[in-house]
C-alpha cells in the first residue's frame, strides 16, 4: 500500500515567494497532520484535519501560514510570504482516528529552504 | 500537561554493542498511548511500536524491544547488537486515549551513532 506522500521533496524559495506543500494521506485514512521539524523546536504539530475539516490549528505559527483539504486525498501548506525562518522539513502524516491510539503515519517530508 | 522527556541528546556506540535509548513521560491522564519512531538520516519518520497503558508487559522484536514501566513514568528503547542501520535519531511520543483526535506529542530525540 502506498503510504502518505508529499512533494516537492525539496524546495528553494526566495524570501516573499509563495510556498505551496501537498500531500496525500493514506487511503482510508480520516485525519490530517501537518508537522515542522526544527533543529530548534523540534517536531511542531501546526494543524489537524478530521474528515477533511480543520480541527486544531493552534500550531500554525501566523497568518502567512494556512492550510486546505479540499477532499479526502489530498492537502496543501501554504505560505505566503514565505521568510528565511519558514525554513525546515515540513511533514505531512495521516491516521484513521476513531479507533483508540491510532497511530500516525509520516510521509518522506519536504524540505524548505527560504534564502 | 504531557511531556516527554529524552535526555539522551546524542549517543555513540560501536557496533555490535547494545544501546538502550530513555523516555520518561508525564501525564495526568490514566490511559493513554506511548510511541517510538525512527528517523533515518534519509529524514523519513518510521513508526516502531505503539503500547497502550493497560500493557505493561515488555515487547520484543527482533534485536529491538522495550521496557514499559508506569511506576516510574518511562517507556525505554534497547537496541541489541546494534548495527551501522541503526543510526537515526529516534522519538518517543505520547498520545491521549480519552480523545478521538490522538494529538501525539513528541519528545526532543535522541540521535544514535553505530561506529563500525
Known amino acids: 500500500d502506498a503510504g502518505v506522500i508529499q512533494s516537492p521533496r525539496h524546495e528553494v524559495t526566495e524570501m516573499g515567494q509563495e510556498v505551496t506543500l501537498r500531500c496525500k494521506p493514506i487511503?482510508?485514512?480520516?485525519?490530517l497532520f501537518w508537522y515542522r521539524q526544527t533543529m530548534m523546536r523540534g517536531l511542531e504539530l501546526l494543524i489537524y484535519f478530521n474528515n477533511n475539516v480543520p480541527i486544531d490549528d493552534s500550531g500554525m505559527p501566523e497568518d502567512r501560514f494556512s492550510a486546505k483539504m479540499p477532499n479526502a486525498s489530498f492537502s496543501t501548506l501554504k505560505i505566503q510570504p514565505s521568510e528565511p525562518r519558514d525554513s525546515a522539513v515540513y511533514f505531512c502524516?495521516?491516521?484513521?482516528?476513531?479507533?483508540?491510539?491510532?497511530?500516525?503515519?509520516f510521509g518522506e517530508g519536504s524540505w524548505l529552504t527560504v534564502v | 500537561a504531557q511531556k516527554v522527556t529524552q535526555a539522551q541528546t546524542e549517543i555513540s556506540v560501536v557496533e555490535k554493542e547494545d544501546v538502550t535509548l530513555d523516555c520518561v513521560y508525564e501525564t495526568r491522564d490514566t490511559t493513554y498511548y506511548l510511541f517510538w519512531y525512527k528517523q533515518p538520516p534519509s529524514g523519513e519518520l518510521v513508526f516502531l511500536i505503539r503500547r497502550n497503558s493497560f500493557d505493561e508487559q515488555n515487547e520484543i522484536s527482533g534485536r529491538y524491544s522495550w521496557n514499559f514501566q508506569k511506576s516510574t513514568s518511562s517507556f525505554n528503547f534497547t537496541i541489541t547488537a546494534s548495527q551501522v542501520v541503526d543510526s537515526a535519531v529516534y522519538f518517543c511520543?505520547?498520545?491521549?486515549?480519552?480523545?478521538?483526535?490522538?494529538?501525539?506529542?513528541f519528545g526532543p530525540g535522541t540521535s544514535l551513532s553505530v561506529i563500525p
Open positions: 502524516a495521516s491516521s484513521l482516528a476513531g479507533v483508540r491510539g491510532n497511530t500516525i503515519y
Open positions: 487511503s482510508g485514512h480520516n485525519s
Open positions: 511520543a505520547l498520545s491521549n486515549m480519552k480523545t478521538s483526535y490522538d494529538k501525539v506529542i
